[in-house]
């Protein structure tokens, strides 16, 4: 047992540090902090630095273009990304597509879209929730039909995040209606620029804007555009969010919301008080830094776990219900520490400054509401415990 | 990072569970536990004889272990077990009579007992609150409380007050009067009366070694909660598959499924903040990461003994069956070295002094 990182790791982690010190623009970092909503324009910008180190696609293997690291690396990539305000990587082509590509993808979808998602050529979203299929995903509806060398889709996707700036679409379409719901799957890429879709933004409880609807009308998609075999799709889907899971904990992101709140609560006062020092609200700090301080440790033993095996075991759903719970729970005392003074509307506030508040605060009512959506997407926290019971449990 | 056992913990783990899925299965506990003299003396020896004690002390010391790791791997199983036999005074008597420079080839061999007598009526947990006292001729006054082990020890270490310090004493059992007892979750304990009671004194300013003593005593009975926590998971899950209640298996109602689910979580938890003290024991961060760690288990602790209750149902609630004693085991692991609160104020202070104050917004 030993839970230091080794001199190689130690070093790895100093070159993170001190690459991310370098290269990540100021003006990126303040409106991460600021929990402003980034601009297009800096997502790129952070994507294109990233690419240019070699850094972006850090779950792919070296042969596609990945940096080989182990999951530790990857971790600590993350976690120095967090501490130092850096923007979470758009995850759609990165962290999500380019592993479907890469198992299931024809040799000619990964070198035409490999390349592009790098580059940022390409945007990619997702199309996998419907209105009707949210977390009883295999129900989905949307239909394509085969005519020729093009399939012909209808319906609608919605939950789709950041649909807004991209120019592709990943599909869970229905392509038959026989045997059980799951069998009759496929996964097909959508260019958004073809006739017949319609993206319309869904404004979230916060009044921000991040996800969409999009509607299919008599869409035409070149039959090519199937990744692996027709009514095989699940399968896909399934490995698809097993990725999607793997950094789920969200650990750096609550060890800096930790520090946040402490340094919040150390300027706030409740007469001649500061707020970290009234009992109760400590009492409650202080719990979610124990949960955090063994979320951690829960986070390492699973990356070492998957570094052992090769691949993240089902324990991951652990690290979903843990790390959004923690996470949220760091939002709510967040917000409670400002007092009235997380009042204002952040739609009225420029920039993440209130007038009276501490530094970077304005958002921070907002971002308590935003953070509700943790414990749903991605699987809900329900979701994550019924593949426990099948899994581990084995009720 | 690694998080697998070294080769020698794997081993004495192996061993010391095999010897007690042998020979300590709960009905034997259940009929030493909860009668005078509380433990078993065959079982002493063996426990000795195994190595589990030497598993506890240094090299240095004559024992083959002593790290946190080490003090894991004989707990967990202890916990598994739900040993009665008092092992957690060996430890903490380990850790005070190395920093005394005492030898403790006889604490190690079983032959002599000790017992470590710290909490006091009023001072349950915290040192600073101690007020048993000794004079300049080494005699020793004041009421001891719940002394683990004390109804067997043939020695007594006592944490007591002189000028302003806290120091160490040995006292003989035949010089302080020990109110013998037996604990609502088995084994003994002992009130030690002291009036004027010829002691020998140890250990100046004792402070840090008690400390010390109290973190690994913390580390130990957080193994030992994780220990039998598993066990009552894995009972109540393996009930969960068996009973049937409206013509089906009680583990296909997802209510239950979802608490059942709820309390591997919190077990995994409560493991990784117990490596994590475990890590850090001997550190400067020891006390830091131990009260982290017996807070979490208080919580955790409770969650698992009372939901492993609940979800059996009435059959839990029984003597005979096995769940209702591990649940008592861990729910009295927090009246142990410092409840859920008492760590939490540390935690708590700790939040306080790493926040310079900046003046109003």
């Known amino acids: ?395 | 990072m690694d998080f697998h056992l070294t080769e020698d913990r794997r081993m004495l783990s192996d061993t010391l569970n095999r010897y007690l899925g042998d020979q300590y299965g709960l009905e034997h506990r259940n009929s030493v536990a909860y009668e005078a003299p509380y433990y078993d003396s065959v079982k002493w020896q063996e426990l000795a004889e195994l190595g589990v004690f030497a598993a506890l002390a240094t090299e240095k010391d004559g024992g083959f272990g002593g790290a946190g790791g080490d003090i894991s791997v004989v707990f967990e199983a202890l916990g598994k077990a739900l040993v009665c036999e008092p092992v957690l005074p060996v430890l903490m008597a380990s850790r005070l009579l190395s920093a005394a420079g005492k030898d403790q080839s006889g604490l190690l061999d079983g032959s002599i007992k000790y017992g470590f007598a710290l909490s006091e009526p009023d001072a349950p947990y915290d040192i600073s609150d101690i007020t048993t006292s000794a004079d300049a001729f080494h005699k020793v006054t004041g009421r001891k409380s719940a002394v683990y082990g004390a109804h067997l020890a043939d020695r007594i270490l006592v944490a007591a007050r002189r000028e302003g310090q806290i120091n160490l004493y040995e006292v003989m059992k035949t010089d302080a009067e020990i109110i013998s007892y037996g604990m609502i979750d088995g084994g003994g304990a002992g009130e030690v009366l002291l009036d004027k009671s010829s002691a020998d004194l140890i250990l100046q300013n004792a402070a840090a070694a008690v400390k010390d003593a109290m973190n690994a005593g913390v580390v130990a009975l957080c193994s030992e909660a994780i220990g039998a926590m598993e066990t009552a998971y894995e009972m109540t899950v393996d009930y969960l598959k068996q009973r049937k209640q409206f013509g089906r298996t009680i583990g296909s109602f997802q209510v239950l499924q979802h608490r059942a689910v709820d309390m591997l979580t919190e077990i995994e938890q409560a493991r990784s903040i117990t490596i994590k003290a475990a890590a850090e024991l001997g550190g400067p961060d020891a006390s830091r990461f131990a009260a982290m760690a017996k807070n979490m288990i208080g919580r955790a602790g409770r969650q698992i003994a009372e939901e492993a209750i609940q979800l059996h149902g009435g059959i839990a609630m029984t003597w005979e069956y096995g769940v209702s004693h591990y649940a008592k085991r861990i729910i009295m692991i927090d009246h142990q070295l410092g409840d859920t609160d008492y760590h939490l104020a540390r935690i708590m202070s700790d939040l306080s002094a790493s926040q310079v104050d900046k003046g109003s917004v």
């Open chain 1, 1 to 395: 047992m030993d839970l230091n990182f080794t001199s190689e790791e130690r070093e790895f982690q100093n070159e993170v540090r001190s690459f991310l010190s370098g290269n990540l623009p100021e003006y990126i970092a303040a409106a991460v902090r600021a929990n402003h909503g980034l601009t297009k324009d800096m997502m790129d910008k952070w994507h294109t630095i990233l690419n240019k180190r070699g850094w972006l696609a850090t779950v792919w293997p070296k042969e596609f273009g990945g940096p080989g690291w182990s999951p530790v690396q990857k971790y600590i990539f993350e976690e120095e990304c967090c501490r130092a305000y850096a923007p979470r990587i758009v995850p759609f082509g990165t962290n999500m597509l380019g592993p479907v590509l890469q198992k299931f993808g024809s040799r000619a979808q990964r070198d035409e879209y490999l390349p592009r998602i790098l580059s940022g050529e390409d945007w990619w979203c997702q199309g996998y929730s419907e209105p009707g299929a949210g977390s009883d995903l295999a129900s989905l509806k949307t239909r394509a039909v085969l005519e020729g060398d093009e399939y012909v889709v209808n319906g609608q996707k919605t939950w789709t995040t950041l649909g807004q700036h991209a120019n592709k679409i990943f599909c869970l379409v229905r392509t038959s209606t026989e045997g059980k719901p799951q069998e009759g799957i496929s996964f097909l890429l959508v260019d958004l620029n073809t006739l017949g879709i319609e993206m319309r933004p869904i404004r979230l409880i916060e009044g921000g804007y991040e996800v969409n609807e999009v509607f299919f009308t008599n869409v035409r998609v070149p039959a090519k555009n199937l990744v692996g075999q027709e009514n095989k799709g699940w399968t896909i889907a399934k490995y698809l969010l097993s990725h999607e899971r793997t950094g789920i904990a969200g650990v750096g992101f609550s060890m800096q919301a930790l520090e946040e709140v402490k340094a919040i609560s150390a300027m706030i006062k409740r007469g001649a008080k500061r707020l970290i020092d009234d009992p109760l609200f400590a009492a409650r700090l202080a719990l979610i830094e124990i949960d955090l301080e063994a979320m951690k440790i829960t986070n390492l033993r699973m990356l070492f776990r998957a570094q052992e095996q090769g691949a993240p075991g089902p324990e991951t759903s652990i690290l979903k219900i843990k790390g959004s719970v923690i996470n949220q729970e760091l939002k709510d005392l967040a917000r409670r520490a400002l007092g009235p003074l997380a009042s204002p509307f952040p739609g009225h506030v420029n920039d993440g400054n209130l007038l009276f508040g501490p530094p970077d605060t304005a958002f921070n009512a907002a971002c308590y509401f935003n953070n509700r959506k943790t414990s749903i997407f991605g699987g809900s926290n329900e979701i994550q415990r019924n593949i426990l019971v099948k899994t581990i449990l084995e009720l």
